[in-house]
């Protein structure tokens, strides 16, 4: 029969070198047991906090590949943006500059041809009311 007996290792029984265990975190470390503050945590995480913590799920190269599809694309809308605005002033200044005075100059012209007429048809009744100088006002009757 075979006996077996325990040797002690003496690597185990000397002191480690380095950071007391007190200091030291390790993966032995059980946050199980403490479940209502890492609620608490989760609770209060702010959304950027979140994001940030992405970024160790994320590649590098996707991490580029979305800031710059993303800074490329608030680049577009930054020029349209200016683009429509400088489109808008100069539609409105030209809008002030040449349509608002032509309106009004065909206005005052409509304006003037409705007086005209209307000093025709006064016209018209002083000629067939008013009797000649000189004409009869019996034959006129």
Excluded at 34 to 39: F, G, H
Excluded at 60 to 85: D, E, I, M, N, Q
Excluded at 125 to 136: L, N, Q, R, T, V
């Amino acid at each position: 029969m075979v006996k077996l007996e325990a040797i002690p290792d003496e690597h185990f029984t000397e002191p480690q070198v380095g950071q007391d265990d007190d200091d030291y975190y390790t993966d032995t470390d059980s946050s199980i047991s403490d479940t209502s503050s890492t609620a608490d945590d989760q609770l209060n995480e702010t959304l950027l906090e979140r994001l940030s913590a992405l970024q160790d799920i994320v590649p590098p190269a996707s991490r580029r590949r979305v800031a710059t599809v993303t800074s490329t694309g608030w680049g577009w809308l930054k020029s349209g943006l200016k683009f429509g605005g400088n489109a808008a002033w100069y539609l409105s200044a030209s809008a002030l500059f040449i349509v608002v005075p032509t309106a009004l100059s065909m206005v005052e012209e409509a304006q003037m041809m409705e007086f005209e007429r209307e000093q025709k048809i006064q016209q018209g009744f002083g000629e067939i009311s008013a009797p000649e100088p000189g004409a009869d006002v019996e034959a006129a009757v």
